[in-house]
């Protein structure tokens, strides 16, 4: 008996076409997500300073509703 060895190459080629339109959309999301995220730190900063600034966390929803109130 003859060893042989047996060799399989097996090449697949991937052509994915992507329409301008679908990367318009993922770079839209994106936009949108880290606008997002730049508001949240906004108003957690927002937050922060209006805690110290009032007092405390008690002193600020006293004055939150002191100024709906009146």
């Keep these: 008996m003859k060893n042989t060895?047996?060799?399989d190459r097996s090449h697949?080629?991937?052509t994915v076409a992507t329409s301008v339109s679908t990367e318009i959309s993922k770079t839209g999301i994106v936009a949108?997500?880290?606008t997002a995220g730049?508001?949240?730190c906004w108003a957690i900063a927002s937050?922060?300073?209006?805690?110290?600034?009032?007092?405390?966390?008690i002193d600020l929803v006293t004055?939150?509703?002191k100024a709906i109130n009146g």
């Design 47 to 57: 937050m922060i300073a209006g805690v110290v600034n009032s007092g405390g966390p």
């Design 63 to 65: 004055s939150l509703f």
């Design 32 to 34: 949108v997500g880290i």
């Design 12 to 14: 697949t080629a991937s």
């Design 38 to 40: 730049i508001i949240g």
């Design 5 to 7: 060895i047996g060799m």
